[in-house]
């Protein structure tokens, strides 16, 4: 079992930047492929990010690919998804996703999922 806190969401303007934050505990956190999605009521669950267990890989959702950078501290338990240039459509809830699977942008492939954090960017 692996419980995920997400941090560091909040209100914004257009162009600013945030950096959110995602610490798990219950399990080694190294063993985990670990992803960050977006959930709005118009547009459901997005993928929006995830991380190899180690780091060597990463994957972005094309809406955010050259703003958005995964990160993650293993020593730490704690993956981040530093957020730039911030738009009115990232505005949503941020979630914290956890796979004991391959790199994957389908949420089904991940097995534990944290509560989320507001981001809204206002315009």
């Known amino acids: 079992q692996v419980q995920l806190v997400e941090s560091g969401g909040g209100l914004v303007q257009t162009g600013d930047s945030l950096r959110l934050s995602c610490t798990a505990s219950g399990h080694t956190f190294s063993t985990y492929v670990m992803g960050w999605f977006r959930q709005t009521l118009e547009n459901g669950r997005e993928f929006v990010a995830a991380?190899?267990?180690?780091?060597?890989?990463?994957s972005y959702a094309d809406s955010v690919k050259g703003r958005f950078t995964i990160s993650r501290d293993n020593a730490n338990n704690t993956v981040y998804l530093r957020m730039n240039s911030l738009k009115p459509e990232d505005t949503a809830i941020y979630c914290c996703?956890?796979?004991?699977?391959?790199?994957?942008?389908?949420?089904?492939?991940?097995?534990?999922w944290g509560q989320g954090t507001q981001v809204t960017v206002s315009s």
């Open positions: 991380i190899s267990r180690w780091g060597g890989t990463t």
């Open positions: 996703a956890a796979s004991s699977r391959a790199v994957s942008k389908t949420e089904t492939t991940y097995d534990y």
